[in-house]
């Protein structure tokens, strides 16, 4: 399975419900312990959005 969390460029990363980016770290770090791919992208605009 392939994860992706999806952020916008905040420095401590609030809006994700992760509180900072060492515990999104931590996230995918599980993530991927499990065997699942998992990564983190930052976009800026809802447009940004078509990319993934």
């Known amino acids: 399975m392939k994860i992706e969390l999806i952020t916008?460029?905040?420095q401590i990363l609030?809006?994700?419900g992760f509180?900072?980016?060492n515990a999104?770290?931590?996230?995918?770090?599980l993530i991927q312990k499990m065997g699942h791919s998992c990564n983190i992208s930052s976009y800026q605009f809802l447009?940004?959005?078509?990319?993934?």
């Open 8 to 10: 916008t460029p905040n």
């Open 14 to 16: 609030c809006e994700t």
């Open 19 to 21: 509180d900072g980016f």
């Open 24 to 29: 999104c770290q931590d996230v995918i770090n």
């Open 47 to 52: 447009a940004d959005l078509d990319d993934v």
